[in-house]
């Protein structure tokens, strides 16, 4: 199983990565209203908590609760609870 104690968090503007020496491990982009545009966990280190952490990131910079950009995917919307 991969470690994921070894990946460091790149923020640029608009734009939260998590990657490793060998890959990203995941990534998401957003905007100023607070809405993310984009958000991508590589399988391979899916079911971990990553995107979770990435919103949490978000809500932090923009200083209120983000809110997924239309479409929606069907793993988006459990991402977000939404129906």
């Known amino acids: 199983m991969d470690n994921l104690n070894n990946y460091e968090c790149v923020e640029t503007e608009g734009i939260i990565t998590f990657k490793n020496i060998n890959t990203t491990l995941g990534f998401a982009r957003y905007n100023e209203m607070g809405e993310i545009e984009y ?3 590589n ?3 899916r079911r971990k908590g990553l995107a979770k952490k ?4 978000i809500e932090k910079k923009i200083g209120k609760k983000p ?6 995917s069907p793993l988006g919307k459990k991402l ?3 129906q």
């Open 54 to 57: 990435l919103i949490k990131i």
């Open 39 to 41: 958000i991508f966990v």
């Open 80 to 82: 977000f609870q939404l």
């Open 67 to 72: 809110i997924p950009q239309e479409p929606i």
């Open 43 to 45: 399988p391979i280190f």
